[in-house]
């Protein structure tokens, strides 16, 4: 059971990086990006393209990764994030998920349909591991995926604390015409939220790849493990991404300790228990006071 902890804490650091973006595009934006899990995937073949066919080592296939990606953010939320939100919520919704079949269905005839990893071009690291007493066993890519997402998140939160442009990103979340309205430009801080999202999105696909197979249609179940990570932790919360992601990741490894069959319905059961607490929180804080939301409830 130990062993399962720790093993789920550390699963925990990709979940967050996974999340971080949904979160930030959500609390920036204000609106959920169904393509999210697609992009993650889209940025782990795109580095895998530059370690096959470039020849490239695969830190400097990541490298070239991120800015492409964040240039391809950009470029979504320009021509197709900013004109849907026009309409209304449900449009964005839409759009995305035609985008995530496009995806989808583009890295299929692109890349085919095998399975294909970053596992074999990463060397040891893929596999080898620190044993610890107690019969404790840490994977060095586990730990190293957990020290980014720590060095990413606490990079995001400063600057977003500190820079001029994460300053204007805080206040476009919490009032763009506000904002606007002493000189911020909400549609280019918008631009950027996004190029970060997808940069974020994409450096948790290649460190998918790394320590899993992907396929082309991999993306949903990944972007159904950013939601509930972002919900456990904390709408527009860095570091509650990362509480997330770590309450997820351990649930779904104390699941698979019991049963492998009970790896994603521990996950699931974990997100659907906040969320029912979280109801039940909001609907008392509603009708003042925990009597009144029993008789609300059994109305």
Known sequence: MLDAIVQGILLGGYYAILAAGLSLMFGVVRFINLAHGDLAVLGAYLALFCVERLGLQVWLSVAATLPIMAALGWFLQAAIFARTLRAGILLPLLATFGLGALLQNGMFGLFGS????????????????????????????????????????????????????????????????????????????????AAVAVALAALAGVFLAMRALITPYAGPAQLIFAFESVVIGGIGSLWGTLVGGIVLGVAQSLGAWLSPQFFQLAGHLIFLAVLGVRLWRTHVAEHGGWRSAVLGART
Request: no cysteine.
């Open 114 to 193: 095998d399975t294909k990893s970053l596992g074999n071009h990463i060397g040891s690291l893929s596999w080898s591991s620190w044993q610890l007493p107690l019969d404790v066993s840490i994977g060095k890519l586990p730990t190293f995926t957990f020290v980014v997402a720590v060095l990413v998140l606490g990079a995001l939160h400063q600057f977003l604390a500190r820079t001029k442009v994460g300053r204007a990103i805080r206040a476009t979340s919490i009032d763009a015409e506000a904002a606007e309205l002493v000189g911020v430009e909400a549609a280019r801080i918008h631009r950027v939220a």
